[in-house]
């Protein structure tokens, strides 16, 4: 359905845009401006809603992108100018500039858990350009959000908020790729994982998937948001940050373990994507 025929079906069921949350509802909220690295991620907010009824959005032409993931209780969106049912363990993903409204509907609370993205984010399937809903798992989600929202509270460490940010990110996307994506890319990056320390490049993984380097490129982009050379390099700074938090090895040693020529070369990579070196980042999390 065109966007243009899906704007006069909201409006044929009296719907217009609004934004209502509620003198009821309690929500918990995380911007970028809270923490800085969602912004890496072109992250506008994320948060929990604990919605009642009175609860009720309409976006007509929304410049967002959003993932709405049910808890418990159960609210209804829109799909194809149809209300339906969104139950605990379904998401409502909602594409930019596809209109698209939800709302709660009893008296029994609807508990959710949303990450909304900016426009021009490279964190979408190509392939969802309407409003679809989806199985998820929302405890990762819900884990990722409320421990954003507790460093808020706390010790609001760059370190800290980076993993949550990239936590909630991953599973996000892993969440629209089980429905969306190619099963090929996780089977690469299971393979990549198991030999962290092997010097990669991009012919080597499109090697892998018996396809071209651009192809693979290609699809990353579409799939993860990153290049795979750059998914490559969060992965092992990933288990870099595990290595440092859970074992005795020198930087040195993980370095080599993760693929680094070098401490230095490992070290300015690690402070680009945490905030901190290495070191700094061990001391906080032992």
Same mark, same amino acid.
């Given at each position: 359905m065109s966007t243009t025929r899906t704007i006069a079906r909201l409006r044929d069921i009296h719907l217009d845009e609004h934004h209502r949350i509620g003198s009821r509802t309690r929500e918990t909220l995380v911007s970028p401006e809270d923490c800085p690295a969602l912004g890496a991620f072109g992250i506008r907010l994320c948060g929990r809603s604990r919605a009642l009824r009175g609860f009720s959005f309409s976006r007509l032409r929304p410049p967002i992108?959003? #993932?709405?993931?049910?808890?418990?209780? %159960?609210?209804? $969106?829109?799909?194809?100018?149809? =209300?339906?049912r969104l139950a605990p363990g379904q998401a409502y993903?909602?594409?930019?500039?596809?209109?698209?409204?939800?709302?709660?509907? !009893?008296?029994?609370? =609807?508990?959710? #858990? =949303? $990450? !909304?993205?900016?426009?021009?984010?490279?964190? =979408?399937?190509?392939v969802l350009d309407q409003p679809v809903v989806l199985p998820i798992d929302t405890r990762p989600l819900s884990a990722a959000v409320d421990g954003l929202a507790r460093e808020l509270l706390s010790a609001r460490d760059p370190a800290m908020f980076a993993r949550w940010a990239d936590l909630l990110h991953h599973h996000v996307h892993r969440g629209l790729a089980r429905t969306a994506g190619d099963p090929r890319l996780a089977q690469l990056w299971e393979a990549v994982a198991a030999d962290l320390g092997d010097p990669w490049t991009l012919g080597d993984l499109a090697r892998r998937l018996s396809i071209g380097p651009e192809q693979l490129r290609r699809l990353c982009?579409?799939?993860? &948001?990153?290049?795979?050379?750059?998914? $490559?390099?969060?992965?092992?700074?990933?288990?870099?940050?595990?290595?440092?938090?859970?074992?005795?090895?020198? $930087?040195?040693?993980?370095?080599?373990? #993760? &693929?680094?020529?070098?401490? +230095?070369? +490992?070290? %300015?990579? +690690?402070?680009?994507?945490?905030? #901190?070196?290495?070191?700094?980042?061990?001391? &906080?999390?032992?």
């Open positions: 992108r959003q #993932v709405l993931a049910c808890e418990s209780g %159960t609210g209804e $969106v829109l799909i194809g100018g149809e =209300w339906i993903c909602t594409p930019n500039g596809a209109p698209h409204a939800y709302r709660a509907s !009893t008296a029994t609370p =609807w508990s959710l #858990v =949303w $990450v !909304t993205y900016e426009p021009d984010a490279h964190a =979408w399937p190509a982009l579409a799939e993860l &948001g990153r290049t795979p050379m750059r998914h $490559v390099a969060e992965l092992r700074l990933a288990r870099a940050a595990t290595l440092l938090s859970a074992t005795p090895l020198s $930087v040195e040693e993980i370095a080599n373990h #993760v &693929g680094y020529a070098n401490a +230095f070369a +490992f070290s %300015t990579a +690690f402070r680009r994507r945490y905030a #901190v070196p290495p070191a700094r980042f061990r001391a &906080g999390n032992r």
